[in-house]
DNA sequence: AGCGCCATGTGGTCTGACCACATGGGCTAC
DNA sequence: GTAGCCCATGTGGTCAGACCACATGGCGCT
């Protein structure tokens, strides 16, 4: 076994036993190195495997933030991982489509069912809200991370809502327009409250802004296909306010498809 | 910007670009390094990251095998990240076990789909089967790589049929049902012909041992457990080469919440 | 012609060093 | 006494160089 995976190892040990919470920061890498009895290279090279899976976050200098501190941010490794694959061409992009229409016609048929059955402001079981990656920035200029952790359904509604509007501002570019889309879906999914599969779509959000940008591109007139988009994200919304679970299925399924079939991906 | 993105992007941007096919080797990591104008340590923390998400494996000796060599293996990534953040205590594991239930009812929905619909030996659009982790080995012993690449959906099946004959062995230990089920598991998924709705269920693999494991423990008994799941397993089977997609969808459900709920997870 | 040995190139690891950075306490000036 | 500045300190980031284990493949010997 290779010294950097027995680092590895002892890290998901400690972690899975407790030894640090959400926020606390790793012993330095030279004192992990000490610890664990291995150089600090080996020791890097494990930290960077975590970082690179949204484990931990990294920053130089002194005080409570510098150092490794234990985050989370389970979109960082899957999208990157998703992005990367893509990238070498080993996963078509149909596929990526498909998952996204499984995962977003779940997630607001959930959402809707759970509005009709009265609990329109329960907490979500888990609020992973996580969008930018961790790993290269080749992929389209993912600004910031936005949504709070444990937010309650409403809040995400709300959130919902206000990407909305901001994508009703005249002068709006392409990519701002895309960067707003692609966090509106990720907030959709968000809605049904599973962290898992909002970290997955999040994760699948810089694959699929990569498709999008290509594709918007082939598309005979940006605007209109913006206003019938803008049109559409309104309609899934209050399909789901209104409970309304199979319309908010297929209205998020043709919206999705919609797109890829104008695009002639 | 670190030097050891810039290395991880140049490798994504010639990754994209066609550089280097699947199967083919990367520069050693001295030319990388030499190539890019950057040292060693940092090609090496790049390609660590490249081998965590199963875009790339590394060995070490000489001749055609040896160096970094592009593969295909998008559930290592994925499956290490989700682990990961499971020991870490961020992903409830009811958010585990709500995804495979989303993953393998649409799964098996689709496949009984496509058998009735008169094509039960088409090629899947792509085989991207992988199930070993790369990160780390805390997780239960997975053996080895079993499915093999761009398998037909007939293939997939004899394949979960042969899983299936082996559950029935006498004296199988609790552990090793619980490897062949995992794995009948992800051939269910693979069913449906989407390489990253199977990769992301081949990444969930270990963390749903995980559970299973711990699990099983609080059994009243195993043995009469192993029975019943024997015989939900070929019932499902049955529905989707019967094309009764919804009594597979069903039947997937019940399988996987009735042993949750058993198990007092 | 067959066999065995070693030169070669690979990743794996370690040592030691220096740098940039951010903090926080001590020192100085007021 | 207080407010401000400045540098010691500890962190990750990076580099250079070296040695090791390993697997191969060609060379030389038999």
Redesign the pocket.
Known sequence: ??????VLAAIEHDLAAGRWALGA?????????EEL?????????A??IL?AMGIVR???????????TVIDRPAAGLGAAVRLHVASGTLPVADVVGTRVLLETWAVGEAARREVAGVPGAPATSGTGATSDTVATSSTGATADTSPPSATVAARLAEAHDLLDRMDAPGLSAEEFQDLDARFHVELVALAGNGLVEAIMAGLRSAIAQYVAVGSRALPSWTSTAERLRAEHRGILDAVEAGRAEQACERVRAHILGFYDEAGL
């Open positions: 076994m290779r010294t950097h995976e027995r920061r790793l012993p330095s890498e030279r004192a992990l190195a009895g291995v150089s600090r290279p080996s020791v890097r090279e930290v960077r970082e990294t920053a130089v200098g002194s005080g409570p933030e510098a150092g490794a």
